[in-house]
């Protein structure tokens, strides 16, 4: 109808529509031959795994990579189990996705990084993998598995359990036994965050037993040593806390300034050097000083390129600011690991 039809000429009804019912017939999924690691996957699937590097050294850290691709209820499996060798110690699982949501059955790959660290150099083999499912179409259920992995860890130059010496005002030497200085890589830096709690903790722990030492004498009374104080070997605690707090509130401009702010301020207590000296030639001259490895250095010149770009251009994707951060957090577990 248009403004020229006569008002007659118009009929209007309203029609109700309604589409025919569809019974869907739900079956149980069978308990006969089901595997004791089913966790309820359904559809046709396949899985690999691969190293990102064949080797590192004790100060690295490497990364299984595990892909799950094919269709069913992809988006509902979880991380898969990694049995680690002795003496390798693995990390909570990364997860990213490319699923095709709309495709019915979904399909598309999911994508498990395990970053993980060795304490010992040596040849390590790191076990397959199994993942079971239920494929629909053979009605049976399957069991798939990875191929072993095979990686070399060279001994590295940071130190483990040992010692380290620092001298009071008094020029006395001070020896005290240093604790295990790894530190995870994870995601969102909660992990990073728990383990610089620990060691915050244990160093206030040991710094109020040593002014008991200090002030207590047999008879009760203050010693001298009470007025002598001692430089202690300190490690704050998280020193990306404020970038977190940025990055959780999606907030994409304050987080590169405050990452860029916080992890200068953080290099110049490690280095010992004036905030307004790092520079990138400064910082090589002190990695080199420290036997840094050179990964880790460049993955720190790096990941400073990167957020004094987006400083001034921020990139708009929750993602990146995601990834930044994890790489800043990586950075600074290897420079706890390998800085004394």
Not at 171 to 186: H, L, M, N, S
Not at 295 to 324: C, F, G, W
């Amino acid at each position: 109808a248009n403004s020229n039809s006569p008002a007659d000429a118009v009929i209007r009804k309203r029609v109700t529509l309604k589409s025919k019912a569809i019974t869907v017939m739900v079956h149980p999924l069978p308990d006969s031959g089901k595997p004791a690691d089913f966790k309820g996957a359904v559809g046709n699937f396949a899985v690999r795994s691969s190293l990102d590097k064949k080797g590192i050294t004790t100060d690295d850290m490497g990364n299984v990579k595990i892909i799950l691709s094919g269709e069913g209820n992809i988006h509902l499996v979880n991380a898969l189990k990694i049995n680690w060798p002795a003496q390798m110690e693995g990390y909570e699982a990364k997860v990213s996705d490319d699923i095709d949501k709309f495709s019915v059955p979904m399909k598309g790959n999911k994508i498990f990084t395990y970053p993980f660290t060795a304490s010992n150099p040596g040849a390590y083999t790191i076990p397959s993998v199994s993942f079971s499912y239920f494929d629909p179409a053979a009605k049976i259920y399957k069991t798939l598995q990875t191929h072993p992995l095979e990686i070399n860890v060279k001994k590295g130059k940071g130190y483990t359990e040992g010692t380290y010496v620092k001298k009071g005002k008094g020029g006395d030497r001070d020896r005290e036994t240093a604790f295990q200085k790894t530190i995870p890589y994870v995601v969102g830096g909660v992990s990073l965050l728990a383990a610089f709690f620990i060691v915050a903790t244990r160093v206030k722990k040991r710094k109020e037993k040593k002014k008991q030492d200090l002030n207590e004498t047999p008879d009760g009374g203050l010693g001298i040593a009470a007025e002598e104080t001692v430089d202690e070997f300190i490690i704050p605690q998280n020193p990306l806390l404020a970038a977190h707090e940025k990055l959780l509130e999606r907030n994409d401009a304050e987080f590169y300034r405050v990452l860029d702010s916080s992890i200068k301020k953080y290099l110049a207590v490690k280095f010992k050097v004036p905030v307004e000296e790092i520079t990138k030639k400064r910082l090589m001259e002190e990695l080199d000083k420290c036997n840094v490895g050179c990964s880790t250095s460049r993955m720190l010149i790096s990941l400073l390129d990167e957020v004094e770009l987006n400083v001034y251009a921020p990139v708009s994707n929750s993602n990146h600011l995601q990834k930044t951060y994890e790489k800043a957090s990586e950075v600074v577990a290897l420079l706890e690991k390998q800085v004394c």
